[in-house]
């Protein structure tokens, strides 16, 4: 099977149909996409899970051949940046606001139930303020991860001053991961972004409540331009590629500590690869899980983005092109995936052409970065201020935490189990069985969600090989 999916809210809607057909047999599984995502958590574009199977992501042409001449080439070059003047003066929060009301018009134009995922953030508020006027039948639902998070509070006065219903859902991590294997087998591919289990966890509850639809705030970070932070420098100059062992994080003493486990990680990363968010685990511990040597192969991926990063102007942009990859195959493709898996639809207002394209070629600079403090976003921030006051998201970004330590404390057995049963990764259950009391240690806990995520898809595909797919039948993974 050799075929090619143009997968990218940027591009428009993903048909994933060829790959959920109960009556046709499935390609086989990507060794080194696997690898991907145990020491990325996504697989690197222009691949898949699945060997012949390419990924048009954004950055990629569709017009392209993506098994033999893909080319990356970062859309939005000098986001933030430019232009430095606007070509004529106008109402930027008004004209933003209508562009951003048709943009939810259209996207969510097949929804009869829509809900957005609601973090009290910038992205959200702004999303719900032009939800109130364009989609008013919208319910909002907010997503409590765990401790670090205090967005219900913001998130429950934006929805109720504007109108909307609001919703919350608390994070428990075993139903979350039972209703994963619930639908695992319909996946049509798959990504461990550490939001996935979030993101089936609400919209199954979107789904049993009526819904149809998810809308999702992702998007609008590659356009408007995401200034380097003073941690995020630092953690690019201490990402040097050393080939320190991943047991140097299992020692005494440095195992409990996640600073220390974070450190040494970064330490072994290049700076592209530690830009990717989560801690996940090293090429030597990856080679492990496998028994053979897989890593080089996942790492030889990188290459294809390396000359088009390396032309960036400045630091925002390296990041913003760094990002960018990360973006597409994980942060978009979990709700992509999900939703697919669910039978639910998904919007992206901020991936819409008109919108973004206003945004990054007509509005001036002095309307998306602070050159000074480095405030980003701030028309976003003044089209807030029309509606509400200082909110909690100005002081601490907000975000659909997953509870990693609390899966592993609750669904480590059922894990185990899955790398039992697994030929792929001969050396998972050596792994869990030797840091099963590391894990309460987030960096630990990081690397069994990985682990917790990828067994039971690959066991939904060795069972689908064996005898095919009846919708009638309960799978023995679930």
Not at 38 to 43: D, W
Request: aromatic residues 10%; neutral net charge.
């Amino acid at each position: 099977m050799r075929t090619q999916i143009t997968m990218s809210p940027y591009y428009g809607t993903p048909d994933f149909s060829r790959l959920m057909r109960d009556d046709a047999p499935l390609p086989p599984v990507d060794t080194v996409s696997v690898a991907d995502l145990l020491r990325n958590a996504f697989v690197y574009p222009p691949y898949s899970i699945y060997e012949g199977v390419r990924l048009v992501t954004f950055g990629f042409c569709p017009h392209d051949d993506m098994h033999t001449e893909p080319k990356f080439r970062f859309k939005f070059r000098n986001a933030g940046e430019v232009p430095e003047y606007a070509a004529s003066e106008q109402d930027w929060v008004a004209g933003y606001h209508r562009r951003l009301c048709d943009a939810i018009q259209r996207s969510c134009a097949g929804m009869r139930s829509p809900w957005l995922l609601q973090s009290g953030g910038k992205d959200s508020t702004t999303l719900a303020i032009a939800i109130a006027d364009a989609r008013p039948d919208t319910t909002c639902i907010t997503y409590l991860g765990g401790q670090e998070e205090d967005e219900v509070e913001s998130a429950t006065h934006v929805a109720r001053t504007l109108g909307l219903r609001h919703e919350t859902l608390q994070c428990d991590p075993a139903r979350a991961y039972d209703r994963y294997l619930d639908v695992v087998h319909r996946m049509p591919l798959l990504t461990a972004d550490f939001a996935l289990l979030s993101c089936i966890d609400l919209g199954t509850e979107v789904a049993a409540n009526g819904g149809d639809g998810l809308i999702d705030g992702l998007g609008a970070d590659s356009y408007f331009g995401t200034p380097m932070s003073k941690r995020q420098e630092v953690l690019k100059r201490l990402s040097r590629d050393l080939p320190l062992p991943g047991r140097l994080s299992e020692l005494p003493g440095v195992d409990r500590s996640f600073k220390l486990c974070y450190l040494l990680s970064t330490l072994r990363m290049n700076e592209i690869e530690r830009v990717f968010p989560g801690s996940r685990f090293t090429d030597d511990e990856v080679d492990a899980l496998f028994g053979q040597p897989v890593s080089q192969q996942s790492r030889r991926r990188l290459e294809l983005f390396k000359e088009e990063i390396g032309t960036a102007t400045s630091l925002w942009e390296w990041r913003d092109m760094s990002t960018s990859i990360a973006g597409s195959a994980g942060a978009f493709a979990k709700g992509l995936y999900a939703s697919a898996a669910l039978s639910l639809k998904v919007a992206y207002p901020f991936c819409d052409l008109t919108l973004r394209e206003w945004i990054h070629r007509e509005v001036p600079r002095y309307q998306k970065v602070d050159p000074t403090t480095k405030l980003n976003k701030l028309l976003i921030r003044e089209h807030i201020a029309t509606r509400f006051g200082e909110l909690p998201y100005v002081r601490g970004k907000g975000s659909f935490r997953f509870d990693v330590r609390g899966l592993a404390k609750a669904r480590f057995d059922r894990v185990r189990g899955f790398a039992v049963d697994s030929p792929e990764l001969p050396g998972a259950v050596a792994w869990l069985d030797r840091n099963r009391r590391r894990l309460d240690n987030k960096y630990h806990a990081s690397k069994f969600y990985l682990l917790a995520v990828v067994l039971p898809w690959l066991a939904s595909r060795r069972e689908r090989a064996v005898q095919p797919a009846d919708p009638t039948r309960e799978p023995a993974y679930a």
